[in-house]
């Protein structure tokens, strides 16, 4: 069976989309997430964006954090420290993956 050359004009396209998009997804790491840190408790972590939405964490062993630029651990971290997190989206919850946090001046 033959196909016109019109039917490649649009398939060969639509691969190379796809196959970006694809790539895409296998790149993706997570979210970043900036603000104030309102709360922590129990692996939970509470963030004040600043676009003042708060924001939950599920933080477990595996999130990497750190504050004031050197490893701490997530019992160092305070409310109102400034943060950024990092975090994927699994079984609808936030897991943060990375916390960086810096303490108010």
């Known amino acids: 069976m033959k196909y016109p050359k019109q039917i490649g004009?649009?398939?060969v396209p639509l691969l190379v989309v796809a196959s970006a998009i694809l790539a895409?997804?296998?790149?993706?790491?997570?979210?970043?997430?900036?603000?104030?840190?309102e709360s922590t408790m129990e692996n939970k972590l509470v963030l004040l964006t600043d676009e003042d939405q708060l924001v939950e964490f599920a933080v477990g062993e595996g999130t990497m954090i750190m504050k004031n630029a050197q490893p701490s651990s997530f019992d160092k971290l305070?409310?109102?420290d400034v943060a950024v997190v990092k975090a994927t989206r699994h079984d609808g919850q936030l897991r943060a993956l990375r916390i960086s946090a810096v303490a108010p001046e």
């Open 78 to 80: 305070e409310s109102g």
């Open 9 to 11: 004009l649009v398939f």
């Open 24 to 37: 895409q997804a296998e790149q993706y790491k997570g979210d970043k997430y900036h603000g104030r840190i």
